[in-house]
């Protein structure tokens, strides 16, 4: 695709680096599947397992980068950089109250939450260990997710690539040491993912500081600014919440079909994340892009600007596709020995490929939604989105569809999303101007 657009150099400064950011977080758990994958089939299905349960933590807080990064991006549209630090300030001070209360709350319910999921015997007891110490690096990762909206926001993806890559590093690192070098197993790898994370918060912590002196806004947390955040990302939470529960019934789904299907699901959902988190780097540039043009009270920029990153999108899944196919007969060697998991996994990267050029849309419309601050219609089609997805999966339960049906469930999944996210694009009602959406 010829770089001759006026938009290709905004877009590309801002998602090549958010690219980089991106690729680096779903490469923790693709680092820990890689180890604890040579440790044998029951640690890497109870990598499975836990690893969905903590993403879906996780990403039910996703609102602390996404509105975060709307807002502040729409402040400094409209000239306001004071009041944008401000509420990157209130942001982190959120993310660290709900960390702390998903500790809580996640600690005594963490043999449940194993069990709802259906894993086998074997594979229950490691899911709970690496869950347990997990859960304490989760408020250190919602302090980076806010501090990377905080910057995104403000047009710099540049600093959350630079921590994202020192992160991914020091995972990879401590993983080695603790896993294959001192022996400690799966608790290993969840130990060095926790210190990964909450070095990572420290420096996110540090730099929204430092932007909060120099603008002069205040470090200590704003009661109305918190209620604001919390009220602005209600609507996230439940368009995040219908993704994850198609994430987390596809997980149980699969490991209700044996150890070899969750292991080899394991390996296909990481590498389906990788792939979507790279995609996702054209919606964060429309996010801070939007957001931006919107508050400056440019609607045609916006426009125009959503036409070249569809097309970035577009074009960006199909070479996806095609490196997927490529690699194919040789990614199950990377993560596993077993040759029933490799089977399954080369059946399920097939589907995997065909996908990859409608996530590039549907992941470049869904930022942009996102940055013009149109949660609360993304939060209906979320909802429309799973119950196009829930009877499909339900037959594959029922009649044992294997692995290869279960990723074509997914598939009927993201087309509803194309569907919705498109009709929402073609009108208008999603471009509202002004410093604050009304």
């Given at each position: 695709m010829a770089l001759r657009h006026p938009h290709d150099p905004e877009i590309l400064r801002l998602a090549l680096?958010?690219?980089?950011?991106?690729?680096?977080?779903?490469?923790?758990?693709?680092?820990?599947?890689?180890?604890?994958?040579?440790?044998?089939?029951?640690?890497?299905?109870?990598?499975?397992?836990?690893?969905?349960?903590?993403?879906?933590?996780?990403?039910?807080?996703?609102?602390?980068a996404y509105t975060t990064t709307a807002s502040v991006a729409r402040q400094i549209g409209a000239g306001n950089v004071r009041e944008a630090v401000r509420q990157g300030v209130d942001g982190i001070w959120l993310a660290a109250v709900i960390g702390v209360l998903i500790i809580a709350v996640g600690w005594p319910l963490t043999p449940a939450l194993v069990d709802a999921f259906g894993a086998s015997a074997s594979v229950a007891p490691q899911a709970e260990t690496y869950l347990h110490i997990s859960l304490f690096g989760v408020p250190g990762m919602l302090i980076v997710l806010a501090g990377t909206g905080v910057l995104r926001g403000m047009q710099d993806t540049r600093t959350p690539l630079y921590v994202s890559v020192g992160m991914f590093a020091l995972n990879g690192a401590l993983g080695a040491l603790f896993v294959l070098g001192l022996g400690w197993g799966i608790a290993g790898s969840a130990w060095g993912t926790v210190l990964a994370q909450t070095g990572g918060a420290v420096l996110y912590a540090a730099a929204v500081a430092r932007g909060a002196r120099r603008h002069g806004?205040?470090?200590?947390?704003?009661?109305?600014?918190?209620?604001?955040?919390?009220?602005?990302?209600?609507?996230?939470?439940?368009?995040?919440?219908?993704?994850?529960?198609?994430?987390?019934?596809?997980?149980?789904?699969?490991?209700?079909?044996?150890?070899?299907?969750?292991?080899?699901?394991?390996?296909?959902?990481n590498v389906w994340s990788l792939l979507a988190f790279a995609l996702d780097a054209i919606a964060i540039a429309g996010q801070a892009i939007t957001g931006r043009y919107l508050g400056a009270e440019d609607v045609a920029g916006a426009r125009a600007a959503t036409r070249?990153?569809?097309?970035?999108?577009?074009?960006?899944?199909?070479?996806?596709?095609?490196?997927?196919?490529?690699?194919?007969?040789?990614?199950?060697?990377?993560?596993?020995?077993?040759?029933?998991?490799?089977?399954?996994?080369?059946?399920?990267?097939?589907?995997?490929?065909?996908?990859?050029?409608?996530?590039?849309?549907?992941?470049?419309?869904?930022?942009?939604?996102?940055?013009?601050?149109?949660?609360a219609y993304l939060a209906v089609a979320g909802v429309i989105q799973t119950a196009a997805f829930l009877p499909v999966?339900?037959?594959?339960?029922?009649?044992?569809?294997?692995?290869?049906?279960?990723?074509?469930?997914?598939?009927?999944?993201?087309?509803?999303?194309?569907?919705?996210?498109?009709?929402?694009?073609?009108?208008?009602?999603w471009l509202v101007t002004g410093a604050v959406r009304r």
């Open positions: 680096p958010a690219f980089g950011a991106l690729v680096a977080e779903p490469l923790f758990l693709l680092t820990d599947s890689a180890i604890i994958g040579h440790l044998g089939t029951v640690p890497l299905g109870a990598l499975g397992v836990a690893g969905q349960i903590l993403s879906t933590f996780v990403s039910l807080c996703i609102f602390l806004a205040p470090l200590r947390p704003d009661a109305k600014g918190l209620r604001a955040s919390t009220s602005a990302g209600f609507n996230l939470m439940i368009r995040t919440l219908s993704l994850r529960v198609v994430l987390v019934i596809g997980t149980a789904v699969a490991a209700r079909m044996g150890d070899v299907q969750i292991a080899a699901h394991q390996i296909a959902s070249r990153m569809i097309e970035w999108g577009i074009a960006s899944g199909v070479v996806f596709a095609l490196l997927v196919l490529a690699g194919r007969p040789w990614l199950p060697a990377v993560f596993t020995s077993d040759p029933a998991v490799r089977s399954q996994l080369l059946a399920a990267l097939i589907v995997v490929a065909l996908l990859e050029p409608i996530a590039g849309v549907v992941f470049v419309l869904d930022g942009v939604l996102i940055g013009a601050g149109d949660q999966a339900w037959l594959v339960h029922v009649y044992g569809g294997g692995l290869v049906a279960l990723w074509l469930a997914i598939g009927v999944w993201m087309a509803a999303r194309l569907i919705t996210l498109g009709l929402r694009a073609r009108n208008d009602a």
